[in-house]
């Protein structure tokens, strides 16, 4: 069965303090590794695919990083608007056109 | 362009009335799904669609009815509404199964 596992539930950072989200996928043929913001109150909104391991990229204080395991979302120097949940989602190559699997997200609050 | 548009953003049944929750998009996209979202549980797949006139079913399917007649809009039917149904409904759209998708803002819904 196709899963995606993030880790930490939840994150609290000072801001300045750089950090590391982790997805680990265990999904047949990935696809597609996605990242997502969702605000409280509103819906997920993308942020970056990685198709390869090896594969970076990068927007703003976010770095996204793509093994043939994991995946990390690396955030730099991070500031209070940063403070969202982050969801990770992996699109399996023999599954046709099912959707994208979701973790869970990691909820992360950057305190001034 | 308005991209994912959801209606209504909240609503109260009762348990046992039926509702349908509106999803309409701007762009073009062919694939289209639903997701409810609880705290702890992540975003689970409820139905999904990869073009007008075709259907499948998600992760929870039971309890809801979906139908394509046009590109743009993908609604979502509740047949008789129960409190385990109380959730935020996310609707989501894009080109492909491994392309990202673009969400709505969401149904907050309450079943009494």
């Known amino acids: 069965e196709d899963q995606v596992t993030q880790s930490p539930e939840a994150l609290r950072l000072q801001e300045g303090e750089s950090s590391s989200l982790n997805c680990s996928y265990t999904?047949?043929?990935?696809?597609?590794l996605f990242w997502y913001r969702q605000d409280p109150g509103k819906g997920p909104e993308f942020l970056f695919t990685?198709?390869?391991a090896g594969e970076e990229k990068e927007k703003e204080r976010l770095k996204a990083t793509l093994t043939k395991k994991e995946s990390f979302l690396h955030i730099t120097a991070p500031k209070p608007e940063d403070s969202a949940t982050y969801l990770c989602?992996?699109?399996?190559?023999?599954?046709?056109?099912?959707?994208?699997?979701f973790g869970k997200g990691t909820r992360l609050s950057v305190i001034a | 362009n308005a991209g994912v548009t959801q209606t209504p953003k909240f609503q109260v049944l009762k348990t046992g009335q039926s509702m349908t929750l509106q999803c309409a998009q701007d762009m073009n996209h062919e694939y289209m799904s639903w997701y409810r979202q609880d705290p702890g549980m992540g975003l689970r797949l409820i139905h999904y669609s990869v073009g007008a006139g075709i259907t499948d079913q998600g992760e929870v399917p039971n309890g809801y009815n979906v139908s394509r007649s046009t590109t743009e809009d993908f609604p979502l039917r509740l047949l008789s509404a129960a409190p385990s149904q109380t959730s935020v409904y996310f609707c989501a759209s894009s080109y492909a199964g491994n392309q990202p998708q673009h969400f709505g803002d969401g149904t907050r819904l309450s079943i009494l």
């Open positions: 989602a992996g699109a399996a190559r023999n599954s046709g056109n099912t959707p994208l699997v």
């Open positions: 990685l198709y390869s």
């Open positions: 999904v047949s043929g990935l696809r597609g």
